[in-house]
Every structure is written in structure tokens, then in C-alpha cells.
């Protein structure tokens, strides 16, 4: 039989997640304690003491573990149809110039489809694309990208994607750039102010409130008229208490600055 943790153990590995900068409370419990518990039992540590003293010797422990503990599962123009909205609502827009932000941004894909729509509607742009996880970042600055999951790309857009050696790169038509860049998105100071912020299957892993409160720094961080696009599963009745109106399922307009600040009753 496995260890077993008992309450004195999680509030040691929250506390050394605090001192990291994870507040391991903001994520839906069950689930981050079943990872806590596969990683250290993969990596052979007995209960929680032992991997502690480990990360203090090394802090490459750490990283390993923030990055298992946060799932990053992705693809390019992830959910195809919602993507097709998306473009008919940018394309609406038009405009001269869209600092878009892809948050939780993973190995990269999202920032990539966003950019080679872009580059498809003939629209100048820039992409901050953060996460924060060090490991997938490096993997999304290196355009490391798995050749099975590029040629999945549909035409128009795999035609602005070029391989550079073994990585991937976008082709682009003018001074257009993707930067990938750390930040997490509950302690970080925000970003501003952006014509579309894409944040898409993340809010899934915070609890209720957590949620409410991103969505809030979201529409913050949003000009007015700006776009926001989540995940698939992620439609939230309260968006017109940040601002929002709905375009189209999962893809949200902000409308006028954010007014709720959510509670914990709520
Ligand atoms: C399931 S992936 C989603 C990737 C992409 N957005 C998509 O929909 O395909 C979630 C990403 O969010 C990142 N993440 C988790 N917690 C985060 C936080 N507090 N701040 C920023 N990124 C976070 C994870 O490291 C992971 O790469």
C-alpha cells in the first residue's frame, strides 16, 4: 500500500509551493493532490519530507514538479469549429494592429494558430504567449513542435508554418512576433492592454472562486471591444458582471469595464 498523507503533509508541500510562488489552493484539490501524490511516489520519495530536503538541494526538483503537477495538453487550432468563430469575429474587427495575449499559453500551440490566422487574414500583430511552466516555455521558445500535430494543421494556415531544421517556425509577412515569456496568471502582475486574450482550458483546474477572480483580471487587461476566447468546456454565466457580452459559445466581446469583484459567497 502506498503512503498515506495526512493533512500535516499537503500544508508542507503548500508551504514549499508558496515559497515558489504556487498557491497549490487555487486549484481544484482532489485532482492536485492525486498528482502530488504520482510524482513523488515516480520520483521514489517516501512522503513529503524527503522531497522537500530534495528541492532544497536541488532546485531542479522543483521545476520538475511544478511542471508535472500543471497539465499541458494542447493542439494546434484546438476545437476547430470555436477557432472558426473566432477568426469570423477578428475578421469582423478588422483593424490596423492586435496585441493578442495567449495565457497558459503551454508548448506553444495556441500562440502559433493564433498567429497563422493572422497571418492568413493579412492583420499585424503581436502574441505575448505566457505560462508558468519553465519546461513547456523553453519547448515553445525552441519551436519544438510535434511533426505528427503539424501536419494536422489545416491548409490554408500550414502554409505559413516553415520547418527550421528539427523546430518550427512562423513565416512571417512583416515585423509580426510571438514572444514567450513566464507568468503566472494568479500572482503576476497584468499584462496590458490587449485587442484579444485567449485563455483557453486552464480556468478548468481553478476552483470557483479562483476562476471569478482570473476572469476578473482578464477583462482588466482587455480594451474595450476586445476579444476573449476560452477553452470549450469553459462558458461562464457571469460575464456580464466583467464587462462581457457573448459572440459566440466560449468566445466572449468586453463591452464596459469590469464592475464585480468577486466574493466568496458568491
Ligand atoms: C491544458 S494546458 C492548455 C494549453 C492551451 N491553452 C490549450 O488550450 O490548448 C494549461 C496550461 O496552463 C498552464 N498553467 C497552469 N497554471 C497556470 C498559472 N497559474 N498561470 C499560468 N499558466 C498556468 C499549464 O502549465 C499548462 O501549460
Redesign the pocket.
Known amino acids: 500500500m502506498g503512503y498515506r498523507y495526512d493533512d500535516h503533509d499537503w500544508a508542507l508541500i503548500g508551504q514549499l509551493s508558496r515559497q515558489w510562488g504556487l498557491d497549490l489552493t487555487a486549484y481544484k484539490r482532489t485532482q492536485i493532490e492525486r498528482r502530488i501524490a504520482t510524482f513523488l511516489e515516480r520520483e521514489g520519495f517516501v512522503g513529503p519530507a524527503a522531497f522537500v530536503q530534495a528541492v532544497q538541494q536541488d532546485p531542479e526538483v522543483y521545476r520538475r514538479f511544478h511542471s508535472y503537477l500543471?497539465?499541458?495538453?494542447?493542439?494546434f487550432f484546438?476545437d476547430p469549429e470555436y477557432w472558426e468563430r473566432f477568426r469570423q469575429a477578428v475578421k469582423s474587427q478588422g483593424g490596423e494592429y492586435w496585441r493578442i495575449w495567449s495565457?497558459?499559453?503551454?508548448w506553444g500551440?495556441?500562440a502559433v494558430s493564433v498567429a497563422l490566422l493572422m497571418e492568413d487574414l493579412k492583420l499585424r500583430y503581436e502574441i505575448l504567449a505566457?505560462?508558468?511552466?519553465d519546461l513547456?516555455l523553453e519547448k515553445a521558445r525552441q519551436g519544438e513542435f510535434p511533426a505528427a500535430d503539424v501536419d494536422k494543421i489545416p491548409q490554408p494556415y500550414r502554409s505559413y508554418l516553415e520547418a527550421k531544421g528539427h523546430h518550427w517556425a512562423v513565416k512571417s509577412s512583416g515585423s509580426n512576433a510571438i514572444r514567450f515569456v513566464r507568468?503566472?496568471?494568479?500572482t503576476d502582475p497584468l499584462p496590458g492592454e490587449f485587442d484579444a486574450i485567449l485563455c483557453?482550458?486552464?480556468l478548468i483546474?481553478f476552483e470557483r472562486e479562483i476562476r471569478l477572480q482570473v476572469l476578473s483580471r482578464l477583462s482588466e487587461a482587455l480594451k474595450n471591444g476586445g476579444l476573449l476566447f476560452l477553452?470549450a468546456t469553459e462558458t461562464f454565466l457571469e460575464f456580464a458582471d466583467f464587462g462581457f457580452q457573448v459572440v459566440a459559445p466560449s468566445l466572449y466581446q468586453k463591452v464596459s469595464a469590469s464592475g464585480r469583484k468577486s466574493s466568496r459567497n458568491s
Do not use: F
Open positions: 500543471t497539465i499541458h495538453v494542447t493542439e484546438r495565457a497558459g499559453c503551454s500551440a495556441e505566457t505560462d508558468s511552466d513547456v507568468h503566472n496568471l494568479l483557453r482550458n486552464l483546474y477553452g
